[in-house]
Nanobody, 120 residues
């Protein structure tokens, strides 16, 4: 059974830090690029950070550059999002995604999301 399970969300004060985790099972995690997305109330789901499975390259949304870091541990089948200097506008549900592209077809798996609330 394919699963992506996020954890680590919660309530944090502005300027604080959180580390999100996403544990994968049921598929060959190391063969998939991983991405964190977020969705605030009434807004679309936006890319936060992506990490490839090939050369380890990353890309980040401009709004989180220098504050967030994505990483993965293939031995643990887990992707992380280290978030620091959090701002109220970072409040959202955070989702992890695993994607593999083969013969022009995208194979996507999604987690259920974890709530991050930044507030004093």
């Amino acid at each position: 059974q394919v699963q992506l399970v996020e954890s680590g969300g919660g309530l944090v004060q502005p300027g604080g830090s959180l580390r999100l985790s996403c544990a994968a099972s049921g598929f060959t995690f190391s063969s998939y690029a991983v991405t964190w997305y977020r969705q605030a109330p009434g807004k679309e789901r936006d890319l936060v950070a992506r990490l490839t499975n090939t050369d380890g390259s990353t890309n980040y949304a401009d709004s989180v550059k220098g504050r967030f870091t994505i990483s993965r541990d293939n031995a643990k089948n887990t992707v992380y999002l280290q978030m620091s200097s959090l701002k109220p506008e970072d409040t959202a549900v955070y989702y992890c995604n695993a994607r593999r592209r083969s013969w022009g077809i995208n194979y996507d798996y999604w987690g259920q999301g974890t709530q991050v609330t930044v507030s004093s």
